[in-house]
């Protein structure tokens, strides 16, 4: 991750942020108001062999309705009971809070080709998530009496202690400032043994200082809402790349 480029947000910036984003919350579950357009990303499913799959190959399989409010459960047939949960999608459900690689590739690439590359962005990362915090000892499958010490944060202890808190619905937040294309660095190193590796993650908001557009990722849900202009969401809608799907919005303030 590259720290030169990812900076603490200025803490006057906190109040104003706060109050704008809770300007912009649906009532309930939905994507933000105030934006032009708006449109719900979906992240991807796995199917059996663990490959990437789309909410509506899931829905071809089920024989269930895809439609812009479904849940996965919905598609996948889910059903809970208090000793099983059964469904008929015979691979895995998507990730939550994460939007995945390919995903925030495609998205990253019309966000760059709308604002600019190098346009300075706004980054809210929830810090309550493990992968920003560290976390307990990693027992790898297929080495069951390897356990590695607990894992290192993200971020470095200067970055943590030094970036305000944004709180925004009873969610605490770290802001943090960068270029739009020093998202891509944004994520945490594993170790195991000898090795190393790097893996991406999502952040939980992420809007240019304009306030133009913003994406948004509940670390609870296994979607991503965008909204801002017409012709940037017209872009977005239309990338095989991205399964999305067009959302209500109110008109600009």
């Keep these: 991750m590259d ?11 906190t109040a104003p942020t706060a109050a704008w984003l809770s300007k912009l919350e649906a009532p309930g579950p939905g994507a933000p108001r105030g934006f032009s357009a708006a ?37 996948a047939g889910t059903v809970h009971t208090r000793r099983t949960t059964r469904n008929d999608w015979p691979g895995g459900p998507p990730d939550l809070g994460e939007l995945g690689d390919t995903g925030w590739d495609a998205l990253l690439s019309h966000l760059a080709r709308y604002s600019g590359s190098s346009t ?25 009496h390897h356990v590695e010490p607990p894992q290192d944060p ?7 202690n030094s970036t305000p808190r944004l709180r925004v619905s009873s969610r605490s937040y770290l802001l943090l400032t960068a270029p739009l294309d020093a998202l891509r ?14 893996e991406r993650h999502s952040p939980s908001l992420l809007w240019p200082l304009d306030r133009s557009w913003l994406v948004l990722t509940d670390l609870d849900q296994d979607y991503t809402y965008i909204a801002g202009p017409r012709v940037l969401l ?3 809608l239309a990338d095989p790349r991205l399964e999305a799907q067009p959302q209500d919005t109110t008109p600009p303030f």
């Design 3 to 13: 720290e030169q480029q990812l900076q603490p947000a200025p803490p006057s910036a």
């Design 39 to 75: 449109a719900r990303l979906l992240h991807p499913a796995t199917d059996a062999d663990l490959d990437p799959v789309g909410w509506a190959d899931v829905a071809a399989v089920t024989g269930h309705s895809l439609n812009p409010d479904s849940t996965f459960d919905d598609i």
């Design 120 to 144: 300075r962005c706004l980054i809210a990362v929830d810090d309550s998530l493990t992968w920003v915090t560290g976390g307990p000892g990693v027992q790898f499958s297929g080495d069951p």
């Design 154 to 160: 993200a971020f470095s202890s200067w970055l943590l």
């Design 185 to 198: 660095t944004v994520g945490r190193t594993w170790r195991y043994q000898d090795q190393r590796w790097f």
């Design 234 to 236: 017209d872009a977005v």
